[in-house]
């Protein structure tokens, strides 16, 4: 079964600084989902990336695809405390099921 | 706010017990999923409905069922509730599969 791993677990950084996270699949991606979730939250819909090289952007969020390597990187730019959060990624294994990385948790301080 | 209620916000049972939570879709959303997150086991993907008829399973227990009634508002039954069945349970819905999907706020279901 498809499995995906996010790294770093758990990321702080200073308020400005520029932050990338990664989700690798173990299987090709048929579309990459990010969402963000604030402790004991639901989830928001960041971004969803379907195509190999695909790059979308949302304020200072960047996300792309690279189907390549079954990767997806999120960069932010100039982080904010708002920025702050758990960031998880989720992918559709053409089985009609959706499955979720295991989550980065981001602090900034400032 | 997501416009996808969940009631109740947090329940406290024993174990043996059976619960029933409640989801209902943003207006118009034909879509229902629902997942369940705990620590160890992150975020696990239930089920989906799509119109009343369930389109995907995914991790879920045979003690769990679900449905979705003409109305779109959705259901999650737990029974023989065990310790390791606490978890928060979120549902979430969206138009189309696969498409942009809103989550609701969760229920925090603990079982002592």
């Known amino acids: 079964s498809q499995e995906l791993e996010q790294s770093p677990q758990s990321l702080i950084v200073q308020e400005g600084k520029n932050l990338t996270i990664n989700c690798t699949s173990s299987?090709?991606?048929?579309?990459l989902y990010w969402y963000k979730q604030k402790y004991g939250e639901g989830l928001i819909f960041l971004m969803m990336?379907?195509?190999?090289?695909e790059e979308k952007s949302h304020e200072k969020i960047t996300a792309k695809l690279d189907e390549k390597k079954q990767q997806s990187s999120l960069h932010i730019t100039a982080s904010q405390p708002s920025h702050a959060g758990i960031y998880l990624c989720?992918?559709?294994?053409?089985?009609?099921?959706?499955?979720f990385g295991t989550g980065t948790r981001l602090q900034v301080f400032p | 706010d997501s416009g996808v209620t969940q009631t109740p916000k947090h329940l406290i049972t024993a174990t043996g017990q059976r619960v029933t939570l409640r989801c209902s879709p943003r207006s118009g959303d034909l879509s229902v999923y629902w997942y369940q997150q705990s620590l160890d086991q992150g975020l696990q993907f239930l089920i989906h409905?799509?119109?009343?008829?369930?389109?995907a399973k995914g991790n879920i227990l045979e003690r769990f069922s679900a449905q979705q009634f003409p109305d779109l508002h959705s259901e999650l039954n737990l029974s023989s509730l065990e310790l390791g069945d606490s978890a928060l349970y979120f549902c979430a819905s969206s138009s189309v599969w696969l498409n942009e999907q809103f989550f609701g706020p969760g229920t925090r279901l603990t079982v002592l």
């Open positions: 990336l379907q195509k190999g090289g």
């Open positions: 299987k090709t991606l048929y579309g």
């Open positions: 409905y799509y119109n009343g008829e369930e389109r």
């Open positions: 989720g992918a559709d294994p053409n089985t009609d099921k959706l499955i």
